[in-house]
């Protein structure tokens, strides 16, 4: 038997629960809810204060429903006045497209960011995410299996994400059917993180072994100005790279383009020399991940179409992302976040 929601505001649990409660009363908040079209305010404002509390607590909305009517307290906390149904909410919640979910989530994890100035650092990973299906049972909805090691096969998709670093900011994720090869999504992820203004000239992004590929390298710094470390197989040919990369025709007559290119090759260079000097930076994902999965309720996660994976999992994004503009900022705390 599932314990019940009894608020304790003395309780770390329940200070941090009300913090990111009261963080949906905020004007900017709001503004980016009626900004993407997630409207009316007030009424999507109280359906994702319910989602949400579901995610943090790891229940089900019809569960979250049963509670909410049965306790005053905890209408109090949540900010309820009048309980709706679960029909209601999920009907509220499938008017809206899965990419302005994805829009509201980002815009509204930047402007709670602290950390006004940009970073020119991006950390990038992926993860699984297996749905709690019965796979004894007929599915009426054909999905992908995908291949995660250590796990195994299993039903579902794949979540990339892009973390700013040192802030741990969220500014970019993506979900994908079964579990395509890291080294194939590399440059489509770049590609519209650049679309973004994400990621400009100069700035770099750490990724593991699992995004090793040469296109990628050579790519990344002549076709979009990035520096593209990425942590190198053995069987890696530097050399075939290396040759690749060569001024364009703009740096022969500009002495500040050609500047520009010959710094970006030498610290190319120099990170393929000292890659595991960034292996300690990278692992803060991880973190992030088990964050996601063992506290925010990616781990095994009850959607069955993409549309509805694509909402919760981009609730859960924006939980993670009110975590860190709370302080949740660290490696230590993400840690102790992930094992409470």
Sequence with gaps: MKSPLIPDLRHPTWIIFNNIINLFDRRTVKKEMAKVGIKPVKKAAL?????????????????????????EELRRVVRVAEVPSADEIYSFLSKFSGDRFIKLVLSVINRLSRRKTRSSVKLLDTTDIKLDLNLFREQKIEYKWGYAPGKGFYKGFKLALVIEYPSLKP??????????????????????????????????????????????????????????????????????????????????????????????????????????????????????????????????????????????????????????????????????????
């Design 171 to 340: 500014v970019g994720f993506y979900l994908y059917e079964g579990s395509p090869n890291d080294s194939k999504l590399f440059l489509e992820i770049v590609k519209d993180l650049k679309r973004r203004r994400i990621l400009r000239k100069g700035d770099r992004i750490i990724a593991d072994k699992g995004f090793c590929a040469q296109k990628n390298y050579w790519k990344s710094i002549m076709w979009y100005k990035i520096l593209p470390f990425i942590f190198p197989r053995k069987n890696l040919n530097v050399k075939r790279i290396t040759g690749r990369l060569s001024h364009p025709f703009e740096a022969r007559k500009n002495e500040k383009v050609k500047r520009f290119y010959d710094e970006l090759f030498t610290s190319f260079k120099s990170f393929l020399n000292s890659w595991e000097n960034f292996k300690a930076i990278r692992s803060v994902v991880e973190d992030v991940f088990k964050v996601l999965k063992n506290s925010l309720s990616l781990k095994n996660l009850h959607r069955y179409s993409k549309r509805s994976v694509i909402k919760f999992a981009a609730l859960s994004v924006l939980l993670l992302g009110m975590l860190i503009s709370l302080g949740f900022n660290s490696k230590e705390k993400l840690q102790a976040l992930a094992e409470s």
């Design 47 to 71: 359906m994702l204060r319910i989602t949400i509390t579901s995610i943090f607590f790891e229940k089900d909305i019809t569960e979250v429903v049963e509670e909410l009517k049965r306790n």
